[in-house]
């Protein structure tokens, strides 16, 4: 009975969003839909006893259901108040976030789901006496429970087989939502991909060369690539958002934005190393991204020098072969960082040293925090917080909608702001050194923010909602990059319009340095059209 009883459990305490979701995808809550939906769950409960009857046996059933109460009370909870679905990039996401995130995220609602649905009924089992056969018999009556409980879900299915079936292929998004077998799945691929075979580093770009495009300038060059966190397009004045969100870009008048680009992934360690990968959102997979060279060597092979500036949870893998500055960790006396983490602005200290002191062509990348929830009120100064009133809890559920949007708009801001001075950091630079210099700027994925009862990010991109996958994406050049480079400005400008995804940076970037490889696929560069020999 304890088996039978963990099984119901589990499906009626756990799985709101689920069933929520499958009585609307089979014609929702009404009477001639109830034979459909009461077979449905003693179907699930069904599979789900068979399944945990496997582990019946003394010592080893009580602790397994303890670790699935604790481990599927903290999914509900993250599932129930954030609206995420969990499959496997999920779990990486989990694993690689760092400590202070982490923190971000713990809250008393989360310590008391897990008190009420985790402690308590863990406590019960443990109490609960059970009384197991021995030898034969023991394997025999188990045996029979597990194909008996399989014969009836056989039968159940076969009846409601018809009406299943459409509701099943047309709504995917159902088996992200099933707990405790999503997550259960999602450790398994994870695992899965993490144990595959590893493949030997595969080189890239080897042949990258710098062509020489015409005559004339010959100045160094130093292009920033600002890879921002969790900023959505729709966020962004310059996109149409009502709220002046963009003050200070939308008075760069050199400034191109891009208003409808597709991120890669909608979580940073999907969507980092997808971007410097050559490989594409189509063909991308962890294990095929660390297997292989991406932007940042082919770039180093042409003799371009590359750093890496990093205020966010690390490079994923994508700046392994390059040099590397963590500036997340808090200074003493840094005019940057407040309590436990460093403002976007550190990430300028000292470029200009840097800059000067370069003697070739080089490409630094700035890795945001960003608009990170969701403590977006930490991501800005006190500067910033220019609207409100703001949500200042991690607990999104308390906050009212619009206190969360302004707390995020205010991110927006403080990000404008970091953008418009690294452009005036360029212009300066540029002017004082006689070099060339160039801002490509672009977020990894985007951001829910209460659409669709979805918050945060990281859905399974396949059920991910536009808010997640609309990133903002702009450029900046200065007129001697344009001059070496041959590059029309009006060309581009005239192409700002146009669909693109982060499949075209890699492609961009060596486009946009006149870097030749065969890796270059001239089709995927965004400078392509425009660039024109002198």
């Given at each position: 009975m304890l088996i039978l009883g963990a099984s119901t459990f589990l499906l009626t305490a756990y799985n709101g969003n689920f069933w929520r979701t499958f009585f609307s995808a089979t014609g929702g809550v009404s009477l001639p839909h109830l034979p459909l939906h009461l077979g449905s769950f003693l179907l699930l409960v069904l599979l789900f006893n068979a399944c945990l009857n496997l582990i019946n046996f003394r010592f080893i059933v009580k602790p397994v259901l303890v670790v699935l109460f604790m481990a599927t009370s903290a999914t509900y909870y993250f599932m129930n108040e954030y609206g995420t679905a969990i499959d496997k990039s999920m779990i990486q996401n989990l694993l690689e976030t760092d400590v202070h995130e982490a923190l971000e995220l713990l809250n008393w609602k989360l310590l008391l789901t897990i008190t009420v649905l985790g402690i308590i009924p863990s406590l019960l089992v443990c109490r609960a006496k059970i009384s197991f056969c021995a030898g034969k018999r023991g394997l025999m009556l188990q045996a029979a429970n597990i194909g008996g409980s399989l014969l009836m879900a056989s039968v159940l299915l076969f009846l409601f087989f018809k009406s299943?079936?459409?509701?099943?292929?047309?709504?995917?998004?159902?088996?992200?939502?099933?707990?405790?077998?999503?997550?259960?799945?999602?450790?398994?691929?994870?695992?899965?991909?993490?144990?595959?075979?590893?493949?030997?580093?595969?080189?890239?770009?080897?042949?990258?060369t710098k062509r020489?495009?015409?005559?004339?300038?010959?100045?160094?060059?130093?292009?920033?690539?600002?890879?921002?966190?969790t900023a959505r397009a729709a966020n962004f004045s310059l996109?149409?958002?009502?709220?002046?969100?963009?003050?200070?870009?939308?008075?760069?008048?050199?400034?191109?934005?891009?208003?409808?680009?597709?991120s890669c992934g909608t979580a940073t360690a999907v969507s980092v190393p997808c971007v410097f990968s050559a490989l594409g959102r189509k063909n991308y997979s962890d294990d095929k991204a660390h297997a292989q060279q991406g932007l940042l060597d082919v770039l180093s092979h042409a003799g371009f020098s590359v750093l890496w500036r990093d205020n966010n949870s690390g490079c994923k893998g994508a700046c392994d072969r390059v040099d590397y500055e963590d500036l997340s960790k808090t200074e003493p006396g840094n005019r940057w960082c407040v309590d436990d983490e460093c403002f976007d602005e550190r990430l300028l200290d000292g470029l200009p040293e840097l800059i000067r002191k370069a003697?070739?062509?080089?490409?630094?990348?700035?890795?945001?925090?960003?608009?990170?929830?969701?403590?977006?009120?930490?991501r800005a100064p006190a500067a910033f917080q220019r609207f409100g009133p703001v949500c200042q809890t991690n607990q999104l559920e308390s906050c009212s909608r619009e206190s969360i949007v302004a707390a995020y708009d205010n991110s927006i801001l403080y990000t404008d702001h970091f953008l418009n001075q690294a452009i005036e950091l360029l212009k300066a630079s540029a002017a004082k050194e006689q070099i060339n210099t160039a801002m490509l700027y672009f977020s990894d994925h985007g951001e829910s923010l209460g659409e669709h009862n979805m918050y945060l990010h990281g859905a399974p991109y396949v059920i991910s909602p536009a808010e997640q996958r609309a990133v903002p994406f702009m450029l900046w050049l200065s007129d001697g990059f344009r001059s070496r480079f041959h590059i029309d400005q009006r060309c581009l400008a005239a192409r700002t319009g146009q669909a693109f995804s982060h499949d075209n940076v890699f492609h961009s970037v060596l486009g946009m340095h006149s870097i030749g490889t065969a890796v270059y696929n001239p089709g995927l560069d965004i400078f392509g059209p425009c660039t024109h020999e002198a």
């Open positions: 299943l079936a459409p509701a099943l292929r047309e709504h995917r998004e159902l088996r992200y939502l099933l707990a405790p077998t999503n997550y259960i799945q999602a450790i398994n691929g994870y695992i899965k991909q993490q144990r595959a075979q590893a493949l030997v580093m595969a080189p890239l770009g080897m042949d990258a020489v495009v015409g005559s004339g300038n010959r100045q160094r060059s130093v292009t920033l690539i600002v890879v921002g966190e996109n149409g958002y009502t709220r002046a969100t963009n003050p200070e870009l939308s008075a760069q008048p050199d400034l191109l934005n891009f208003t409808d680009v597709q003697s070739q062509d080089m490409v630094i990348v700035l890795h945001q925090k960003g608009s990170h929830g969701p403590a977006y009120w930490k």
